[in-house]
């Protein structure tokens, strides 16, 4: 083996965990996801760009999916579609098995247009607006997962035939992790506490035309402890005998190459297990994976706009928080590579930073790769999820592009957003 081949080996196997499964180094050492080089979707497409190892995220979907299914028969995986609302990512999903949740119309949206059966569709929120009840009800969406009294009202009013709903719970467990990703304690927005939920209950019971299946509970998200998701199933089997109980997901994966983060597998046995102790033989399990699905099959690609040796070792790329907001809403971690030059020395430390006018506008602190040089280009690894979500127009920035890697072909799936784009909500004024 060359000394450039171990440097490569050496440099991937310390993100093994975090970049995409079928990423390699070529011997050029550049950075090669489902077979594609990154100089090569980066001149096609241009950056930033969201790639996305399509056969890494068929293969995690069906883990979930099948492995659910072998160690409880009863079961259903939803694809919690917040973490990569794509029409693609719907279609992908649903025909590796998965059913879907959304938790707004525009998800609703997006599924259907993706052609997923509407009975498939979970809708969650805790504050659905008539507008996007009656959107659900129109096009069939399979089951409704109600939230508060006032969801109640809205149904009972427009309800013409008979729907699927589970009722959303406080199980009273404190997550372990960032304080805005913790949707379970006592003191949360979402879902009923039991003692109203025993109202709660009855009263859609009672009601001709709701059917309810079961109860919800989800307790946040990039969890790392699996007991703390049987803690979940033995909160919500407190709650009464149903045919369906459906314990969320929010099982977090590894971002750097410290973390620890478990397996499917160790996920499900957990979470069976506790099933197997506390929920009747016969019922419905239900889990909704989302992150831990997407996370790791994605990375972003950015190309190096200038390198700036002052206070510190600054590495400013063409993208930024616009893209990437979570790392300024809950501090999380990522790692980065020069894509383009791997199998170089890594002797440098240096902060990748954004184009957004904010100093918090920071994507990679204490970096370590070779001396970056102006239109290198940077891979963020572990974006798959909430990065797309969550991206907006700050200084004007437009969402970027994405595509599907696959066996040497690449598709684009959603085009990057134009100057055209950003000026057609303001045609009112423009026109006037």
Request: net charge negative.
């Given at each position: 083996?060359?000394?450039?081949?171990?440097?490569?080996t050496a440099s991937?196997?310390?993100?093994?965990?975090?970049?995409?499964?079928?990423?390699?180094?070529?011997?050029?050492?550049?950075?090669?996801?489902?077979?594609?080089?990154?100089?090569?979707?980066?001149?096609?497409?241009?950056?930033?760009?969201?790639?996305?190892?399509?056969?890494?995220?068929?293969?995690?979907?069906?883990?979930?999916?099948?492995?659910?299914?072998?160690?409880?028969?009863?079961?259903?995986?939803?694809?919690?579609?917040?973490?990569?609302?794509?029409?693609?990512?719907?279609?992908?999903?649903?025909?590796?098995?998965?059913?879907?949740?959304?938790?707004?119309?525009?998800?609703?949206?997006?599924?259907?247009?993706?052609?997923?059966?509407?009975?498939?569709?979970?809708?969650?929120?805790?504050?659905?607006?008539?507008?996007?009840?009656?959107?659900?009800?129109?096009?069939?969406?399979?089951?409704?997962?109600?939230?508060?009294?006032?969801?109640?009202?809205?149904?009972?009013?427009?309800l013409t035939g008979?729907?699927?709903?589970?009722?959303?719970?406080?199980?009273?467990?404190?997550?372990?992790?960032?304080?805005?990703?913790?949707?379970?304690?006592?003191?949360?927005?979402?879902?009923?506490?039991?003692?109203?939920?025993?109202?709660?209950?009855?009263?859609?019971?009672?009601?001709?035309?709701?059917?309810?299946?079961?109860?919800?509970?989800?307790?946040?998200?990039?969890?790392?402890?699996?007991?703390?998701?049987?803690?979940?199933?033995?909160?919500?089997?407190?709650?009464?005998?149903?045919?369906?109980?459906?314990?969320?997901?929010?099982?977090?994966?590894?971002?750097?190459?410290?973390?620890?983060?478990?397996?499917?597998?160790?996920?499900?046995?957990?979470?069976?297990?506790?099933?197997?102790?506390?929920?009747?033989?016969?019922?419905?399990?239900?889990?909704?994976?989302?992150?831990?699905?997407?996370?790791?099959?994605?990375?972003?690609?950015?190309?190096?706009?200038?390198?700036?040796?002052?206070?510190?070792?600054?590495?400013?790329?063409?993208g930024g928080m616009?893209?990437?907001?979570?790392?300024?809403?809950?501090?999380?971690?990522?790692?980065?590579?020069?894509?383009?030059?791997?199998?170089?020395?890594?002797?440098?430390?240096?902060?990748?930073?954004?184009?957004?006018?904010?100093?918090?506008?920071?994507?990679?602190?204490?970096?370590?790769?070779?001396?970056?040089?102006?239109?290198?280009?940077?891979?963020?690894?572990?974006?798959?999820?909430?990065?797309?979500?969550?991206?907006?127009?700050?200084?004007?920035?437009?969402?970027?592009?994405?595509?599907?890697?696959?066996?040497?072909?690449?598709?684009?799936?959603?085009?990057?957003?134009?100057?055209?784009?950003?000026?057609?909500?303001?045609?009112?004024?423009?026109?006037?």
């Open positions: 083996m060359t000394a450039n081949a171990a440097a490569a991937l196997d310390g993100m093994r965990d975090i970049l995409p499964e079928h990423a390699e180094v070529d011997e050029l050492g550049e950075l090669r996801i489902g077979g594609v080089g990154v100089s090569r979707l980066a001149a096609e497409y241009g950056t930033p760009l969201h790639i996305i190892d399509e056969a890494g995220l068929r293969a995690q979907i069906r883990r979930f999916v099948d492995g659910l299914r072998r160690r409880w028969t009863n079961s259903e995986v939803l694809y919690a579609s917040k973490s990569f609302p794509i029409v693609e990512m719907y279609r992908v999903a649903a025909e590796e098995g998965a059913s879907i949740d959304v938790a707004g119309g525009g998800e609703i949206v997006l599924a259907l247009k993706a052609g997923v059966d509407p009975k498939r569709i979970h809708f969650h929120g805790n504050a659905k607006t008539t507008d996007e009840l009656r959107l659900a009800l129109d096009t069939g969406v399979g089951t409704i997962i109600i939230d508060n009294f006032d969801e109640i009202d809205r149904l009972e009013a427009l008979p729907q699927h709903v589970l009722i959303r719970l406080i199980p009273g467990v404190e997550a372990e992790t960032h304080a805005s990703q913790a949707t379970g304690g006592v003191r949360s927005k979402f879902g009923f506490p039991i003692e109203q939920a025993v109202a709660a209950i009855e009263r859609i019971s009672a009601h001709p035309l709701m059917e309810l299946d079961g109860v919800h509970v989800h307790i946040g998200s990039q969890i790392l402890n699996v007991d703390q998701f049987a803690q979940a199933v033995d909160s919500i089997s407190r709650s009464g005998t149903f045919r369906t109980y459906d314990i969320g997901g929010g099982l977090g994966v590894k971002y750097t190459y410290d973390e620890v983060a478990p397996s499917v597998e160790e996920y499900l046995d957990r979470v069976v297990e506790a099933a197997a102790a506390h929920l009747p033989a016969d019922a419905r399990l239900v889990i909704e994976p989302g992150r831990s699905i997407v996370a790791r099959a994605g990375v972003t690609l950015y190309r190096v706009v200038s390198v700036k040796r002052s206070g510190r070792d600054f590495v400013a790329v063409d616009a893209d990437q907001l979570d790392i300024a809403l809950t501090g999380q971690r990522y790692e980065a590579v020069l894509a383009n030059r791997m199998t170089e020395p890594w002797d440098e430390e240096v902060q990748i930073v954004g184009r957004q006018c904010e100093s918090g506008d920071l994507l990679v602190e204490d970096a370590r790769m070779p001396a970056p040089a102006v239109d290198d280009l940077v891979a963020l690894a572990t974006t798959g999820a909430y990065s797309y979500s969550m991206t907006n127009n700050y200084n004007g920035a437009l969402r970027p592009a994405i595509v599907f890697v696959q066996e040497g072909e690449a598709r684009l799936v959603a085009r990057r957003e134009t100057y055209e784009d950003l000026l057609r909500l303001h045609e009112p004024v423009q026109e006037a």
